[in-house]
């Protein structure tokens, strides 16, 4: 999966780079506001010998686009703090982690002027885990999650409201494995590698 991040940075980094081609008109910005559920796949690696589990979280989100063409966007998606347990096999929840996950992408929209247009996506993923404390078992213990860069791949569809208003529902993937230390020793990597659902409302301007 690492080997996709050069491509995803190339994706979105060469984005960033076209010239002012942007689409016509005054509505080349897309705010979406809603929320989003970030889900982690089952069996998320093992530390100190257990498996581990961690748990899903749901947030506001805030999502920002800026359309270069009527069929390409670049984003950026920002969260409030999601919040995690990580449980291991036998011994129940042993930490808690905040983090934020900003997601930078391009996006592909097939059918910009239609009442409703899918697209597809393809960007970089960098979470930060932070306020990362153990509990239960493991209290009184220094536990830490290292921060992950990572490609993330983006579908969904956008419903149009009004010519100013839309509807958004979307599904994300992204690629976050992370190394995990107890007192400063690595006892494992964290492989999150979360499915994350979006619904939003946005507006063009």
Do not use: C
């Not at 885990?129 to 830490?144: C, D, I, P, Q, R």
Request: glycine share 10%.
């Amino acid at each position: 999966m690492k080997a996709l991040l050069p491509l995803a940075l190339a994706a979105t980094l060469g984005a960033l780079a076209i010239p002012a081609a942007h689409a016509e008109g005054n509505d080349s910005w897309v705010v979406r506001i809603g929320g989003t559920v970030v889900a982690p796949k089952s069996n998320n690696g093992t530390l100190a010998g257990a498996r581990a589990d961690v748990s899903s979280s749901t947030r506001p989100t805030i999502d920002l686009e800026y359309m270069i063409t009527p069929n390409w966007g670049v984003d950026v998606l920002g969260a409030s703090p999601f919040l995690h347990d990580v449980s291991l096999a036998g011994l129940g929840t042993v930490a808690r982690t905040k983090e934020l996950p900003p997601t930078f992408g391009i996006n592909y929209h097939f059918m910009p002027n239609q009442a409703w247009s899918p697209f597809l996506g393809l960007g970089v993923n960098y979470t930060n885990f932070f306020g990362t404390h153990a509990t239960g078992a493991l209290y009184g213990n220094s536990v830490s999650i290292a921060n992950s860069w990572g490609p993330a791949v983006r579908a969904g569809f956008d419903m149009k409201i009004s010519e100013k208003w839309l509807a958004t529902v979307d599904v994300r993937w992204a690629y976050i494995e992370s190394d995990v230390k107890l007192n400063n020793t690595k006892i494992g990597t964290a492989k999150i590698d979360p499915i994350v659902f979006g619904a939003s409302v946005g507006y063009r301007f």
